[in-house]
C-alpha cells in the first residue's frame, strides 16, 4: 500500500505544471550559459587567468567541459533550492487548498505511510532534478567544450585536477548536492504541514534559507556557535570533493547535519501529520 501511494504521489507532481518550471529553467539557463561560453569563454578565463599568468603557464585545454560544469554547478546550487520548494512545498499543503485532503486521509493507509509517500516522492523529483543538472552542465558541457584537466580556483590559491581524477568527484559532489536539496524539500514538506494554502510553504522556506545564509556570511561572533549547525552551511560541502587532498571529516560533518536535519524535520512533520484535523 506504501509504494502504490508514493507511486500515487509521483503521478501527481508529474501532472503538475509547476514540476516542470524547475527543469525548463535549469535548460534555459544552462542553455544561455553554454552559449555565452562558446561565444566569449576565452575571454572569461583570461580574465580568471590573466593575474596567475605571470608566475604560472597554462597550457592544454583550459576551457573544457568539466570547467563549464564546475562553473554551472556553482551558479545554480543556489537557486535550485527554490525550484525544489515551488513542488514539495505544495504537497500537503496543496491538498488542503484543494480540500482532497480530507478524502486522502480517510483511505485504509496510516497518515505516517501518506506522509512518508509523499517524502519519497519529494526525494525522487529532487533526484530527477539533480540528475538533468548534472546531464546538461556536465555531459553536454563536455560534449561542446571536450574533456580536460580542471582548473578549481580558491580564496587562498587554485587547484588542478587532472582529467582521469575528475569524474568521481563530480559523482560525489552531485550526490552531495542532491542531500543537500533533499534538506530543503524536507523543511518546505514540513512547512507545508502547518499550512492551508501553496503559498506559505514556499515562501516560509525561502525566508527560512534567505535568514540562514545572511546569519552565515555574517562575521558576528554571536553567531558563531549556530553557524556550524545550519543546514545552509553545509548546502556548499559538494566543493569538498573538488579539494585535493579532500577533507573527509567535513564531509562526513556536513552528511552528519544535513542528515540530523532531515531527521528531526521529519519527525516535526510527522507530530503535525498525525494531528492534522480534517474536518475543519
Not at 12 to 37: N, Q
Not at 262 to 270: D, H
Request: net charge neutral; with cysteine.
Amino acid at each position: 500500500m506504501f509504494w502504490k501511494s508514493t507511486y500515487n504521489e509521483l503521478i501527481k507532481i508529474a501532472y503538475k505544471p509547476r514540476s516542470y518550471i524547475g527543469i525548463g529553467g535549469i535548460t534555459l539557463i544552462i542553455g544561455i550559459v553554454l552559449f555565452a561560453m562558446k561565444l566569449e569563454g576565452k575571454y572569461y578565463i583570461s580574465l580568471i587567468t590573466g593575474q596567475l599568468e605571470q608566475s604560472v603557464s597554462f597550457e592544454g585545454n583550459i576551457l573544457n567541459g568539466n570547467l563549464i560544469g564546475f562553473i554551472i554547478l556553482q551558479m545554480l546550487i543556489v537557486h535550485v533550492p527554490l525550484l525544489i520548494a515551488f513542488v514539495t512545498g505544495d504537497l500537503i499543503s496543496g491538498e488542503a487548498d484543494m480540500g482532497t485532503i480530507r478524502l486522502l486521509l480517510t483511505k485504509p493507509i496510516s497518515r505516517n505511510s501518506i506522509l512518508f509517500s509523499k517524502f519519497l516522492a519529494s526525494c525522487v523529483y529532487t533526484a530527477v532534478v539533480v540528475l538533468w543538472l548534472a546531464l546538461m552542465a556536465v555531459l553536454l558541457g563536455r560534449m561542446l567544450f571536450g574533456g580536460g584537466d580542471l582548473i578549481v580556483l580558491k580564496s587562498d590559491g587554485l587547484t588542478i585536477l587532472q582529467q582521469h581524477d575528475i569524474v568521481w568527484r563530480f559523482v560525489y559532489g552531485f550526490a552531495m548536492a542532491f542531500l543537500s536539496l533533499v534538506t530543503v524539500a524536507t523543511l518546505a514538506l514540513t512547512l507545508s504541514c502547518f499550512s492551508e494554502n501553496s503559498i506559505g510553504p514556499i515562501v516560509s522556506t525561502m525566508g527560512i534559507i534567505l535568514l540562514f545564509t545572511i546569519v552565515g556570511t555574517l562575521d558576528v561572533p554571536l553567531f558563531d556557535t549556530i553557524r556550524p549547525f545550519m543546514f545552509t552551511t553545509h548546502m556548499a560541502a559538494w566543493r569538498c570533493f573538488f579539494d585535493d587532498p579532500i577533507d573527509t571529516s567535513q564531509i562526513l560533518k556536513s552528511t552528519l547535519i544535513l542528515l540530523t536535519h532531515i531527521g528531526v524535520l521529519l519527525g516535526i512533520a510527522t507530530y503535525k501529520f498525525n494531528r492534522k484535523d480534517i474536518l475543519s
